[in-house]
C-alpha cells in the first residue's frame, strides 16, 4: 500500500486487514463457483464444511474488538462519514459491513452457514421432484433464522427492513411499499391494455435451437458489449448468475434451454450486464473498500439495461438479425426483421420469473415480496407458500402453475437464506430505464450507434456515473447524482408503454 | 466426532482440529485446481494473494505453542508412534507435519508461496516462447529457498534428504540412489537390445483422432477401472492432474494432443489410477489425519499400474479393441490386434517424460534426479540447465531437444518449488510392477479377467494392500506388508523384459 501516500498509517492498517477479508470472500466465491457448476454430488457435505470453516475464519478474524476499535479510532480521524472522499467512505463501508458481523452471535452464523448448505441441497431435490414438502422444513428454518436476524437490528420501523438493508443500503420497507403502490395500478392497465389485443407470433423462438451456434451469438454479442473475456469466462450453470474473485476474474454463466432459442442469449446479456458493471470498478479500488457495487438494484440496472432496453430493442436487432437469422436459418429464414422483433417482446402471463417478459416482470417480484414480508411479520406460514403462491399468480397474472416446480420452488434465493433480494430486481428495472433516459437526453446518437453495433457510448456513460465510484455511494446517491432524482417508476413506465404502443398498437 | 468412542477427549481435539486443517487445504487444493484449468489470465495475480493469504491461515492456525503442546501430550498418551493404531499413526503422521511447518518462518513460507505462483506464470510464458531465460530467475530464486529449506532440517545425511521426505516420508537419498544404481545398468542393457531391433509401426495412432470420441472412449476404459463418477469428474488440463477436495470429490483432468490418439487415453488411465487409491481411502478417514496417501511413490504405483501394466497390456487390448477400432475405423480399420499392441508399446527415445513409453520412462527420471541433487549440492547452476538438460539427454537416449520447451521447460514440477519430486515417479513404477507380481501370485487369474473387460479383482486386492491403510503407513511398509519385501527394481526389471522379449523377439 506504500504507493497510496495519500491515507494515513491507521487507514493503511485498515486497507490491509480488508484486502485480505477480500481475499478470503472471493476464495468463498470460488467455492461457490465450483459448487454449482462442476461439483460431482458426493462433493456437498464436505463442501459445505469447507464453506463453514472459511466463514468462521472471516467472522474470527474481523469481528474483533481490536478491529472495532480500528474502525472508531478512523471515524474520529475522517470526521464526517458522508463525505465524499474515499477515505470516508471507506470507513463507512467497513463499519456498517464490521456491525453487521458483530451483531451476528458466532452460533447463529455457523447455523445459518449450514441450513443455506442443507437448503440449498434440499431445494435441488424439491424443484427436481416437483415436491415443497421436502423443502419446506428447511426453509421454515432459514425463514426462522432470518427473524432472529432481523431482530439483532432492533429497533426497526419494520421488520424487513434489515434484510432488505443488506442488499439495498440505506433503503427502507416503506419506500420500496410506496415506489410499488405507485408502480402497480400503471403495470396492471398496460397489461390489460395489451391483453386485449392479438399477441405476435413468437412460435419461431421456442423451438429447438442449436446449443453450439447460440453460445457463439450470445459470446459475439457481449463481445461487442465490452465484456473484457481476459478477466472473465462463460460457463453453464442451472441457474445463470455472475461471481467475482476480484478485480482480474469476474465470471458468468448461462443456461440453454430445449426448447427456446432466445432465452439463453438474453441470459448472457443479462449476466454480461452485472458482470460489466464488476469489470468497470476501477483498479484504485481491488482489494479495497470500496470495490463492490453499490446496490443490488443498481447491479440490476446494469444487467436488464442490456438485456432488455439494449438487447430486446428494435435497433440492436436491426444490427444483429441478419447473423442471427443466418446461424439459425431453419427457424428464421421467412421471418422477418419487424415479426422477430415483435415475437421476441411478445407479452404473456407465464409462470417463470427469469423467463418474463418485461412488461409482466415486475408482478413476479411484487408477488414474491408480498409473500416475504408476510414470512417475516408472521401472517404467513411456510407450509402454506405453495397454495399463497398459486392464489397470486391467478391473481396478478391469470394463470395458476402446474406444479411447484414451476411454482414456488422455480427460485434459488430462499434456499440461500436470502430474504430481501427480490424487490431488487424490480427497482434495478425502474433504475435501468431512469439511466436509460438521461443517457439518451446526453447522446441522443446512441439508438443509430446501437443500430450500428456500437456500444462504447453507452458502457463509457456506466462506467462514468455508475461503474467508477464502486460501492462509494448508496443506491439513492448514485441515482440522484447521474439522474437528479431518487428511484421513480415514471421512466420505466414511460418506457414500457412507448415500446409496447408501438408493438402492439395500442 | 461424538460417534468414534474409541477416541480420548484429547484425541478427539486433535481430530477436530485436523479436520478443520484438512477442510483449508482443499480449498486451497479448490483454487489450485480452478487456476489450472478455467481462470482466465487476468485472474493470476489476485489468486496468487488468495492462496498465500490462505497458507498464511494455515500456518497462523496450526504452527502454534498450544497445538505442540497437544501433540505431545498424545505422544505421552499414545506410548509408542509406531504402533499400529489409529491413534499412534495418527499421532505420528501429525506430528510430522506439524514439525515441517513449525520449522519454517512465516516470512521463508509467504516468500516461497508468492515465488511458487510468479514461478509458475513465468514458467507458463517460458514453455510457450521455449524461452529459459524467463523461467531461470525465478526457479533460482526457487532452488535458494529449496536450500534455505533443507537447511532447516539440519543435521541432515544429505542436503537433498529433507526434500524426498516430503513427498516419501523416511526415505533417503542413499537409498533411492541404490535402487537407481542398481537398475541403470539393466534398464540400459534391455534399451541396448531393444535398440538392435526393428521397431514395430506405430503410424496409426500418431494421427488426428476426434476428440469427443477420445474422450468418451476414455470415460468408459476408467469406469470399467471403478473410477466413481459420483465423487468425481474430468477435465481438460494443459498438464494433466488428480486433485482431492475431500472424500467425496477427487477429481482428474487429461489432454488431448493434436497428432496422438494415445495419449489422452493412457494420461486418463493413469490419473485415475491416482484418482482411485483417493476414493479408496476408506470413509472412516474422511478429514482425519490419516485421510491421504502414503507416498507419492505408492500413489504413482497405483497410477503406473492402471495405465501401464494394464492398460498397455495385450489382455486389456484383446477386450478394448474392438470397441477402440469401431470408433477410430478410418485410422485402425486395417490394423490387426498384434500390430496395435506391438505399435503402442513401441520403444523410442523421446523428448518428453509423459508420453515416454515403459522402457525409457526411468531414464527421464534418472536425469531429473541427477540434475536435483546437483542444483542442490551446488555444482550445478540454474543457468546451465539448459545445457547440461541437452547432454544428459543425448548421454542417455541419444537424442537432443530441438528446443528448451521440449527439453528442460517440459515440466511443471520446478515451476511450483516441487524438488524431490521426480524420484518418486521411478519409484512409483518400481512398486507397480512390485504389486503386480504378487497379485497375479495370488490370483492367477487376473489376465484372463482383464480380457473379460473385469477389473474389480485388482481394483479390490489394491483396496485391501494399499488403499484401506490411507496415511497409516510409510510407503516402505506398505510394500513389506503387501509384498514381503521394500522396493527394489527386480519385479520391475522382470515385467519389462519379459513384455519387450515377447514384443520385440529378443
Redesign the interface.
Known amino acids: 500500500m506504500s504507493e497510496k501516500p495519500e491515507y494515513s498509517p491507521k487507514m493503511q492498517t485498515l486497507l490491509e486487514r480488508v484486502?485480505?477479508f477480500t481475499?478470503?470472500q472471493?476464495?468463498m466465491a470460488?467455492?461457490g463457483?465450483?459448487q454449482q457448476i462442476?461439483?460431482?454430488?458426493?462433493?456437498?457435505?464436505?463442501?459445505g464444511?469447507?464453506s463453514a470453516?472459511?466463514g468462521r475464519?472471516l467472522h474470527e478474524k474481523f469481528a474483533t474488538e481490536e478491529f472495532g476499535q480500528l474502525i472508531a479510532d478512523l471515524e474520529a480521524e475522517v470526521g464526517d462519514l458522508n463525505a465524499e472522499t474515499d477515505a470516508a467512505r471507506s470507513v463507512k463501508t467497513v463499519k456498517r459491513a464490521y456491525e453487521k458481523q458483530v451483531k451476528v452471535p458466532l452460533p447463529m452464523l455457523m447455523e445459518t452457514i449450514k441450513a443455506q448448505t442443507m437448503g440449498h441441497e434440499a431445494w435441488v431435490k424439491a424443484r427436481a421432484q416437483s415436491d415443497f414438502s421436502i423443502f419446506q422444513p428447511h426453509l421454515e428454518t432459514l425463514v426462522d433464522l432470518r427473524k432472529q436476524y432481523a431482530d439483532l437490528f432492533k429497533p426497526y420501523d419494520h421488520i424487513y427492513d434489515p434484510l432488505l438493508d443488506d442488499f439495498e443500503p440505506g433503503m427502507k420497507t416503506t419506500e420500496v411499499k410506496e415506489i410499488f403502490d405507485a408502480l402497480r395500478p400503471q403495470q396492471v392497465e398496460l397489461l390489460q391494455e395489451i391483453a386485449e389485443k392479438e399477441p405476435p407470433d413468437n412460435s419461431f423462438i421456442k423451438q429447438h435451437y442449436n446449443e453450439e451456434h447460440q453460445e457463439l451469438f450470445g459470446r459475439h454479442v457481449i463481445t461487442c458489449f465490452g465484456y473484457?473475456?481476459?478477466?472473465?469466462?462463460l460457463?453453464v450453470a442451472p441457474h445463470p448468475f455472475t461471481t467475482e474473485?476480484?478485480?482480474?476474474?469476474v465470471?458468468i454463466t448461462t443456461r440453454y434451454l430445449k426448447q427456446d432459442g432466445g432465452s439463453a442469449l438474453f441470459s448472457t446479456m443479462h449476466e454480461s450486464g452485472h458482470a460489466m458493471y464488476g469489470q468497470g470498478v476501477p483498479e484504485k479500488y481491488?482489494?479495497h473498500p470500496l470495490g463492490g457495487a453499490s446496490s443490488l438494484a443498481i447491479h440490476e440496472s446494469q444487467s436488464r439495461l442490456w438485456e432488455n432496453i439494449v438487447g430486446r430493442s428494435k435497433a440492436f436487432w436491426s444490427h444483429f438479425y441478419p447473423s442471427f437469422q443466418m446461424l439459425f436459418s431453419q427457424h428464421l429464414g421467412g421471418v422477418s426483421l419487424e415479426d422477430f422483433y415483435r415475437g421476441i417482446n411478445r407479452v404473456e402471463p407465464s409462470f417463470i420469473r427469469v423467463e418474463a417478459d418485461e412488461a409482466t416482470y415486475n408482478m413476479h417480484i411484487m408477488l414474491r415480496l408480498e409473500i416475504e414480508i408476510g414470512l417475516m411479520e408472521g401472517t404467513m406460514n411456510v407450509a402454506d407458500l405453495p397454495e399463497i403462491w398459486n392464489s397470486k399468480m391467478q391473481e396478478y397474472l391469470g394463470i395458476t402453475p402446474p406444479d411447484d416446480a414451476v411454482g414456488v420452488l422455480q427460485d434459488i434465493h430462499w434456499s440461500g437464506g436470502m430474504i430481501g433480494y427480490f424487490p431488487t430486481y424490480a427497482l434495478g428495472n425502474l433504475a435501468s430505464a431512469q439511466l436509460w433516459e438521461k443517457l439518451l437526453e446526453e447522446n441522443p446518437d446512441v439508438p443509430d450507434e446501437i443500430a450500428r453495433g456500437k456500444f462504447d457510448t453507452i458502457l463509457g456513460w456506466m462506467r462514468e456515473h455508475v461503474h467508477q465510484y464502486g460501492s462509494k455511494f448508496e443506491p439513492q446517491e448514485i441515482m440522484l447524482k447521474a439522474t437528479g432524482s431518487k428511484i421513480t417508476p415514471e421512466p420505466y413506465m414511460a418506457y414500457l408503454r412507448k415500446k409496447y404502443t408501438e408493438i402492439y398498437d395500442l
Not at 462442476?38 to 457435505?45: I, L, N, S, T, W
Not at 473484457?228 to 469466462?233: E, T
Open positions: 484486502a485480505e481475499d478470503l472471493h476464495i470460488v467455492l463457483w465450483d462442476y461439483m460431482p454430488p458426493g462433493g456437498a457435505e464436505e463442501r464444511l469447507q470453516a472459511l475464519i473484457d473475456w481476459q478477466r472473465g469466462r460457463d474473485f476480484g478485480y482480474g476474474d465470471r481491488k482489494r
